[in-house]
């Protein structure tokens, strides 16, 4: 069983940076990409950013492309969600995913493993 565990949320204003953190149990961490989705109050989850297995590709929500970074760490079973320049519309539970399939990389259908996601909140 792949289990994954979200770390850093919490309480920043406008303007401000968090780092997020996903450490990913099992032996096979670096086969797979992974993915960062959210979903704030009374919204639908929605994708953020993913990354390949090695690290080599990147890509974004046009709403957070420019201001948050993803990133990996193999040897750690960890990835990352660096973001600045925090907008209270980014207030929402972020979760971290494994990507299990290779239909659509935005897609949660491409998604089978899921942490229990952080909360971060924006204020203005």
């Known amino acids: 069983q792949v289990q994954l565990v979200e770390s850093g949320g919490g309480l920043v204003q406008a303007g401000g940076s968090l780092r997020l953190s996903c450490a990913a149990s099992?032996?096979?961490?670096?086969?797979?990409?992974m993915g960062w989705f959210r979903q704030g109050p009374g919204k639908e989850r929605e994708f953020v950013a993913c990354?390949?297995?090695?690290?080599?590709?990147?890509y974004y929500a046009d709403s957070v492309k420019g201001r948050f970074t993803i990133s990996r760490d193999n040897a750690k079973n960890t990835v990352y969600l660096q973001m600045n320049s925090l907008k209270p519309e980014d207030t929402a539970v972020y979760y971290c995913?494994?990507?299990?399939?290779?239909?659509?990389?935005?897609?949660?259908?491409?998604?089978?493993?899921w942490g229990q996601g952080t909360q971060v909140t924006v204020s203005s």
């Open positions: 995913a494994r990507r299990g399939y290779s239909g659509i990389y935005y897609s949660m259908g491409d998604y089978d493993y």
């Open positions: 099992g032996r096979t961490f670096s086969s797979y990409g």
């Open positions: 990354i390949t297995s090695s690290g080599a590709r990147t």
